[in-house]
């Protein structure tokens, strides 16, 4: 936002310059015919001249644009309110390259006297002040829409909204008077609508529909991977209604607004944040007002800005403010807390990913998520995902899927410090191609990373590729290893896993075959077999399979607060059975693992595990005798069919190379 | 006339019989074969022949492969028996077919159940006619001063000469030449050429080389058949004739040679029935195409690979073979028995064969 800010003054600063110029190529001019050419430039005519750095350089842009800034609020109101977003995206064709964009939520609703703030005035809304991850930063979004439609086609915006399911909606159109920043209402209505509550916003804008709504159906797929809890429905101008559904009944953790961390405070935020303070005392006013500030902290800080940690904050002055602002550089102080963070969670990206690309019937798909992290006191998190193999194209460059704070950034993929990272891993050795070992590699894969943030570095105000920040940077590189990582380690089992299945036949069909037709050729009975498949195999043998049982789903609950896991019970029920069959010829014990998501509730487990705890289930198995084996079964609720799709089986206890089917645990 | 299978049906049980033991005695069921790789094949001085030296491959049941490598045994093993009993035979393609049957057992190509049943042989120390399995390809052809009697289908023993009573494709080799089939009833020849290419052998056939010199013309038709093998050690050992070999001038056509004078390494477990030790290569030679100045090809990568390969292989080993593959490699250069036509159609008989024969010795000047 700091740097909206100074971009506005310096383009200011330029207006005023032309006019110097102009003046002086006049002839000789005073500070009194200055002062007749000054005025306030209203920032709706700053937009006006500026609308490229904000998405609307050209008629595809815009509409992408309009249609991603009626999403983000849509998807944003309803999270604000605890309901599951179902959002409703309709552009209609007009003549002349006009458009008629549509978006409708079934959030909160606004209320009368609101609406034509948030949508006749730019710079307007909450969320603009708070430290919190949400899609809109700026509170120029909509508005901005609604100003770049009167401005394209002179037309005015509407906007429908109903707050209370026994009243009538509000209907009002508007436009922005430019110059002063307000809207200007130009009819009141009320309408019936069957919605319990939402809003509707209808504002035709000059667009190249033709070249874009590929982008748009892009654009809302993207979106709806990174929103599993949303319903978005696109009917384009033809009448083709297309369906995102929401894969997620739960909504995501709420982000916590908090109070903005030394490191990443600028100084006229700091004197800002001071002049508004109510602590009377320098020592209190760091501890309210800021995070991560405790009496040790704020003292030393004090102690190192040379103050009297008695200073009224109000009555402060500049210098002194410059001495407390470098001082906070020069003190530890512990990271910011990650609460205000909301992260899909691997599950949900694995899912969305799943459902989106089913056409493609991918070979796999991994999922990695890192621990938060701070650059300059903002806090951050890295999640990516990868899809491999099925249908997707061979020798094309890998597709990287981009988001930020749930958002999809569709353009200036090159700026981006996303693209950065994994440009800068070596991706040859896990099966991508990759001239010289830099740069995106090509193969049959998708990449997808989501950086949330409370401030998303974005390198403009369009909002379309993240900053080179260097935390940023070694946290997706690092997420990326990962999920490189889990890939290999997938490779390797399924290899593993087909190689002991081969085995696996041999002992089951061809031996016994072989038995079989040697007796019969001598007119002998059959020979037993058992001694000699102990003396082939001489394995313990770990075998599992997973199942899915569809439970009939209760009510679902569309407001679910805060920690919500455990009130989902509706859907399925993930079935894991493990078989250990002990193929040695002495008696074998064991340990066993089995790790289970984080995200899911584990239900009966059989037989009695030694311990169960977040991320597994272990189990102490007692000597099992040779050619016997031992069934183990456990069900996970709170997944969708197919989040857990592979068992994770590692053992303890014994050589591991006794064992098929299962690696050494090294521990938690 | 029927023959006794009794010792083949014994032989074959035996082999039931040590699995289904291994089974009673818990011991992991395996067979024990010689290795059938160009590393094991040793010179037999008895027999002047190239045989499997004592390196044993155990095919075993405790990896998939060796496993379906006994089972399939078995039911080949037992399909041998059903033929004998039943008084048929099959042939190999039609066994491959056959397989198809055979469940778990089934063969996936035909090269698979092809060297299986080379397996039985070598197991067995029987032959192929014994299992009543044959080649669906035929021999090769024969033009020559030699009169045949065999056996036809309906029993009757019927005299064919290989000049007046044949066309100019020649007496066709069937795929059994054993005594109780085909004999030699007169020869009349100085020798006797093996010619890889059909265009070759047409064209000696054309020129009359049979009967200038007093030659019997033998069509290779490639890689020879076991038949044409056996036919011409037959012929060289009941005549005593030299036999000469003429073929392109590449590395497989040495092999092609190789297989007639020393032993293929496929079918090293017959060699003293199929080789004819005093065979001689007649050319195309690397020397040749030098000294002919003949027409060539550029080697590719799998010919250098394949005469490497020969470099190694112990039946190229003299001094001849090491010379001209060295030669050959220096030179990067192929040439075929036709590039003769060069210099006109009647120079391979007017010129290049009486050049090369009385080199050799075969011809007096």
């Known amino acids: 936002m700091n740097n909206f800010i100074i971009t506005i003054s ?32 209203s920032v709706a005519e700053f937009f006006e001249r500026n609308k490229h750095i904000l998405g609307f350089g050209n008629q595809t842009r815009a509409l992408i644009t309009s249609v991603k800034e009626g999403v983000d609020n849509g998807l944003d109101t309803c999270e604000e309110a605890s309901i599951l977003p179902d959002i409703y995206v309709e552009i209609k064709n007009h003549e ?184 009377r005392k320098l020592s209190s006013f760091l501890k309210t007002e800021f995070s991560s500030m405790g009496d040790r902290t704020t003292k030393s800080a004090i102690e190192k800005a040379n103050l009297d940690k008695n200073l009224n904050p109000k009555e402060m002055d500049r210098e002194q403010f410059l001495a407390l602002h470098k001082a906070f550089k020069k003190v530890k102080i512990m990271s910011p807390s990650t609460d205000c963070l909301s992260p899909i969670g691997e599950t949900l990206i694995k899912r969305s990913l799943k459902h989106e690309t089913q056409e493609i019937s ?17 806090p951050f998190q890295v999640e990516v995902g990868l899809v491999y193999g099925g249908n997707l194209p061979k020798e094309e460059t890998v597709k990287i899927l981009r988001f930020a704070n749930r958002v999809p950034l569709l353009y200036q993929q090159g700026g981006c410090v996303t693209t950065q990272a994994i440009s800068s891993i070596d991706w040859r050795r896990y099966g991508l191609n990759q001239p010289s070992g830099k740069g995106v590699p090509s193969g049959p894969a998708i990449f997808l990373t989501h950086v949330s943030s409370t401030l998303i570095p974005f390198t403009s105000e369009s909002k379309e590729a993240i900053a080179d920040v260097t935390e940023i940077e070694n946290e997706i590189k690092l997420a990326f290893r990962e999920c490189a990582r889990k890939v290999q380690y997938h490779i390797h089992k399924v290899l593993k896993r087909a190689k002991t299945r081969e085995k696996f036949d041999l002992i089951t069909k061809i031996l016994p075959e072989i038995a079989k037709k040697s007796a019969n050729m001598l007119n002998k009975p059959v020979p037993s077999l058992n ?81 169960v705890t977040n991320n597994y289930i272990r189990w102490n198995l007692e000597s099992i005798p040779p050619a016997n084996k031992i069934d183990i079964n456990f069900e996970l609720a709170g997944l969708e069919k197919g989040d857990f799709d592979e068992n994770d089986l590692y053992i303890e206890n014994i050589n591991p190379t006794y064992v098929i089917g299962a690696d050494k645990w090294e521990g938690d | 006339m029927n023959k006794d299978y009794s010792h083949v049906i014994t032989k074959i049980d035996a082999i039931a019989a040590k699995i289904y033991d291994d089974f009673q005695k818990t011991e992991i069921p395996f ?200 036919f011409i050690k037959r012929l060289n050992e009941e005549a005593n004739i030299p036999v000469l070999v003429f073929t392109d001038c590449d590395p497989w056509s040495y092999r092609i040679f190789a297989s007639i004078a020393y032993g293929a390494i496929k079918t090293a477990h017959i060699s003293e029935y199929l080789a004819t030790p005093p065979s001689q290569y007649l050319g195309v030679t690397p020397s040749d195409i030098e000294n002919y100045d003949l027409p060539t090809d550029k080697l590719t990568k799998e010919d250098i690979n394949a005469l490497k390969n020969e470099l190694t292989d112990p039946r190229f080993q ?20 036709q590039a003769l036509a060069k210099y006109g159609l009647d120079y391979v008989t007017d010129t290049y064969l009486p050049e090369k024969l009385t080199e050799m010795g075969i011809i007096k000047k």
Request: aromatic share 6%.
């Open chain 1, 10 to 41: 310096i383009t200011i600063a330029g207006c005023i310059v032309l006019q110097l110029m102009e003046v002086i190529i006049l002839g000789k001019i005073t500070a009194h015919d200055l002062a007749k050419k000054q005025k306030e430039i």
């Open chain 1, 96 to 279: 002349d390259g006009e458009c008629k964009v549509i978006v409708e939520d079934n959030g909160p609703g606004i209320v009368k006297k609101q609406i034509p703030h948030i949508f006749g005035r730019l710079l307007y809304g909450s969320r603009f002040h708070a430290i919190r991850q949400s899609r809109g930063q700026q509170g120029i979004g909509i508005s901005a829409v609604v100003l770049y439609g009167q401005l394209t086609t002179g037309k005015h915006a509407k906007i429908i909204s109903k707050v209370d399911e026994d009243r009538p909606a509000a209907v009002i159109d508007l436009v922005i008077d430019t110059n002063k920043n307000r809207a200007e209402v130009i009819n009141r209505d009320t309408v019936h609508w069957d919605k319990p509550c939402g809003t509707r916003v209808e504002i035709s804008i000059m667009a190249d529909y033709k070249r874009g709504k590929r982008f748009v159906y892009d654009y809302l797929q993207s979106t709806s991977i990174v929103n599993p809890h949303a319903q978005i429905t696109y009917k384009e101008t033809d009448g083709t209604e297309h369906i995102f559904e929401r894969t997620s009944e739960t909504l995501p953790k709420k982000s916590i607004e908090i109070k903005p961390h030394p490191y990443g405070v600028e100084l006229g935020t700091l004197i800002k944040i001071a002049k508004h303070t109510k602590s």
């Open chain 1, 362 to 378: 991918p070979e796999f798909i991994i999922t990695a998520s890192r621990p938060a992290s701070v650059y300059s006191g903002n």
């Open chain 1, 531 to 611: 001694p000699i498949i102990t003396k082939i195999m001489d394995v313990v043998w770990i075998e599992d399979l997973i199942e899915y049982e569809k439970i009939k789903r209760e009510p679902v609950q569309t407001t679910l607060v805060g920690d919500s896991r455990k009130e989902d019970r509706g859907g399925t029920i993930t079935k894991s059975r493990i078989m250990v069959v002990n193929y040695k010829q002495t008696p074998q014990k064991l340990n066993l693992y089995a790790i289970i998501p984080e995200d899911a509730v584990v239900g009966s487990i059989s037989p009695k595990p030694s311990k």
């Open chain 2, 31 to 230: 067979v024990n074969l010689p290795t059938r790789t160009k590393s094991n094949i040793k010179f037999d001085e008895n027999l002047n022949v190239w045989k499997y030296g004592k390196n044993i491959t155990e095919r075993n049941a405790k990896s998939l492969d060796g496993a379906y490598m006994l089972l399939r045994t078995m039911y080949l093993a037992d399909f041998i028996k059903e033929m004998i009993k039943i008084n048929k035979s099959s042939t190999l393609r039609e066994m491959y077919y056959i397989s198809e049957g055979w469940d778990l057992a089934k063969f996936h190509s035909q090269q698979e159940s092809n060297l299986l049943a080379e397996d039985l042989e070598v197991i067995t120390s029987c032959m192929r006619e014994d299992f009543k399995l044959r080649p669906e390809e035929d021999g090769a052809r024969v033009i020559g001063n030699v009169t045949i009697e065999e056996t036809t289908r309906n029993n009757k023993k019927k005299k064919i000469h290989c000049q007046d009573d044949v066309g100019d494709s020649g007496y066709s080799i069937p795929y059994n030449v054993e005594p109780e089939k085909l004999t030699f009833k007169s020869i009349d020849a100085d020798f006797m050429i093996a010619i890889e290419t059909g265009g070759m052998f047409d064209r000696l056939v054309e020129n009359g080389f049979d009967t200038s010199n007093n030659a019997v013309l033998v069509h290779l038709k490639g890689q020879p058949a076991r038949s044409t093998r056996r």
């Open chain 2, 318 to 337: 003299d001094s001849f073979w090491k010379g001209e593959i060295k030669l050959q490699l220096k030179m990067g250069k192929k040439s075929e028995q």
